[in-house]
């Protein structure tokens, strides 16, 4: 078939941004959620021009935003396929893999003590903490411990995870990334198996003014299969990441990676690389919607963050050349309205643009995040690895 290809996609991953809950949404324990539609309705004042322009709004709902009659590019709503509402297996989805087998968490148990003393065993450090938690209620009630004595503050949450924090000045960088690298061995048991150790370094002396640094680091378990990522690299395209996607999916596929401070950094960076020359795949994922506004169930935050985002849009919007294709969309949801501190079970939008595109077209709904990754093969005559699924939407943009 004749249809228009790219020499460059940019792929966006505004990290929870849902947009409905979706049909199984109630197994996960997420009644009418809606992350985007309850952050609209959470501010007196609420201005997403651009997002608006691309379709937005006429995927969701908004109090203060509305449709456009002729949106600039094509969009779509995005059903999760997979089993789950993680970052990893939201993103390992855009990118061809079907999780069918549920990370372990350990949310309202903390993790069993057979780990946890064979952690202390190997690290020389004791454990403290070994609860669910935020990242900032954990060090106001356990930092001040950690500095005097050397103990080491250990959490989960509602995700796949176990996070490791570890004062900059008194415990060290290396010394945290040394544990969390034990850590990721232990957690490969399966009754342990957790998608991600993080470390989650800190400065500050007293309660009140411990403040996490941008030196987080990732630990993900590698994805059990090859993705659209891996058959990219291996034809030679690039792949650059932004964010935390090089952790997500643990350096596999990926010839690039650039770390970012913030979600506003990460767009600059974006921005910046789409001012140089390159054939292939620049995949970002912007994180602060999900880990400082979603879990702390903050819809102002959230709706600061997006118009924040917003203006960084219009910028890259402006770098973007005529063979070049944006792909704006979310790994799964998490409502800064709703009950706990947990993701929230949700589609997510699928915008897609291009400067050579003339007209808007609207995409029925979508039964699998990873359209996205068959659609970037699909521009780059890329053989999908064998056992990933989606199918491409190039044709219809």
Not at 21 to 32: R, V
Request: proline share 4%.
């Amino acid at each position: 078939m004749n249809y228009k290809k790219y020499k460059r996609i940019f792929t966006v991953v505004i990290d929870s941004l849902g947009i409905g809950a979706l049909p199984d949404s109630e197994i996960y324990g997420d009644l009418n959620v809606n992350t985007l539609a309850h952050i609209s309705q959470s501010v007196d004042q609420f201005e997403i021009p651009n997002l608006q322009k691309l379709g937005l709004a006429n995927l969701c709902s908004m109090k203060q935003v509305l449709p456009v009659e002729k949106p600039m590019g094509s969009y779509a709503k995005l059903a999760e396929t997979s089993i789950g509402k993680d970052t990893m297996t939201g993103h390992w989805e855009m990118m061809g893999l079907h999780i069918t087998q549920p990370f372990q968490t350990f949310t309202d148990t903390g993790f069993p003590k057979e780990l946890i003393d064979e952690l202390e065993k190997r690290t020389g450090h004791k454990v403290i903490g070994n609860k669910s938690s935020s990242g900032t209620t954990i060090l106001d009630e356990y930092a001040e411990e950690e500095i005097a004595t050397g103990n080491m503050i250990v959490y989960t949450s509602a995700d796949s995870v176990l996070q490791i924090c570890g004062n900059e000045e008194t415990f060290g960088l290396d010394e945290l990334y040394r544990c969390c690298e034990i850590a990721r061995e232990l957690t490969m048991k399966e009754e342990w198996r957790v998608g991600r150790i993080i470390a989650r370094p800190y400065l500050g002396k007293k309660k009140g003014e411990f403040t996490r640094t941008s030196n987080r680091h990732d630990y993900a378990l590698k994805p059990y299969g090859k993705t659209v990522l891996d058959a990219l690299k291996a034809e030679k395209y690039d792949v650059i990441s932004v964010g935390k996607i090089s952790d997500i999916f643990c350096d596999e596929g990926i010839t690039e990676s650039n770390r970012s401070k913030s979600s506003v950094h990460g767009m600059e960076q974006t921005i910046e690389i789409a001012k140089r020359d390159f054939t292939g795949l620049c995949f970002t994922n912007l994180v602060d919607f999900d880990a400082l506004w979603g879990h702390r169930r903050n819809p102002v935050g959230y709706a600061n963050e997006l118009e924040s985002f917003d203006e960084k849009l219009g910028i890259l919007l402006e770098n973007l050349n005529e063979d070049d294709l944006l792909i704006i969309t979310a790994d799964h949801g998490n409502d800064p309205t709703y009950k706990g501190s947990d993701h929230t079970r949700e589609y997510v939008p699928f915008l897609a643009y291009s400067p050579s595109m003339t007209e808007a077209n609207p995409i029925e709904t979508q039964e699998t995040f990873a359209v996205i990754g068959a659609t970037i093969a699909d521009n780059f005559d890329v053989q999908k690895p064998e056992g990933t699924i989606g199918h491409s939407l190039l044709p219809l943009l």
